[in-house]
Structures are given as structure tokens and as C-alpha cells.
């Protein structure tokens, strides 16, 4: 099972900006769209980005549309998640993960991966 390793993730206030990264366990992430999705306590999972594998095409939430930008690196091995002007409501731990496809955030869905540990994104004043 292919496995991803979140990073980044920490206490900014609101306004701030993190930058997460997504590194896979062992293999090269060239050939794979990824996703960024996130599960605040009490709340579903939901999608918040994801890039195809080429780079060339990228769809955020409504939510985080104009704040967070998604990347990749492919000398790397790593895709990013750059967060602008972060809001209370961006709180939540962050997970990466390999997606069947990126073509809208709406059924974007795990495709291959196994969910990680994720990394804690804390937004307060």
C-alpha cells in the first residue's frame, strides 16, 4: 500500500500562512494526480485541492480558492500546499493522497494510498 507523509502543518494565527508538503513513502509521485483534503473535529473529511499529475491542471474549494495554491515538485518527489490568509475555519489536520483523477473538487476521491497521520493545521489568535 502506498503510503504519503504530511508536513508542515502548525499554530499561525489568522492572516498567517503555512506551506504543507506531501511526500510519498517510497515511490515517485510523477506519475499521479494528488489531492489535500482535510477533517476538522466533529466535521466529514472534504477535498480541498488537487493537481494532475503534469501540473498543468488544479482545482481548490470555494472555501480556499484565492488564499491556498497547490504544487508540485517533481525533482522533489513532493507536492505543496501553499495557505494564504488563513482563517479559524481553516483548522484541521491535513491529509494527502493519491486521487483517481482531478478534474473537480466535488468528486474528487482517494484512489490509491492509504490515509496518513496527516499534519495539524491550528489557526487562532
Known amino acids: 500500500q502506498k503510503q504519503f507523509v504530511e508536513s508542515g502543518g502548525g499554530l499561525v494565527q489568522p492572516g498567517g500562512s503555512l506551506r504543507l508538503s506531501c511526500t510519498p513513502s517510497?515511490?515517485?509521485?510523477?506519475?499521479?494526480?494528488i489531492g489535500w483534503f482535510r477533517q476538522a473535529p466533529g466535521k466529514e473529511r472534504e477535498a480541498v485541492s488537487c493537481i494532475s499529475s503534469s501540473g498543468a491542471t488544479t482545482h481548490y474549494a470555494d472555501s480556499v480558492k484565492a488564499r491556498f495554491t497547490i504544487s508540485r515538485d517533481t525533482a522533489e518527489n513532493r507536492v505543496y500546499l501553499q495557505m494564504n490568509n488563513l482563517k479559524t475555519e481553516d483548522a484541521a489536520v491535513y491529509y494527502c493522497?493519491?486521487?483517481?483523477?482531478?478534474?473537480?473538487?466535488?468528486?474528487?476521491?482517494?484512489?490509491?494510498?492509504?490515509w496518513g497521520q496527516g499534519t495539524q493545521v491550528t489557526v487562532s489568535s
Open positions: 493522497v493519491g486521487v483517481v483523477a482531478c478534474r473537480n473538487i466535488a468528486t474528487l476521491a482517494r484512489g490509491f494510498g492509504s
Open positions: 517510497g515511490f515517485t509521485l510523477d506519475r499521479y494526480a
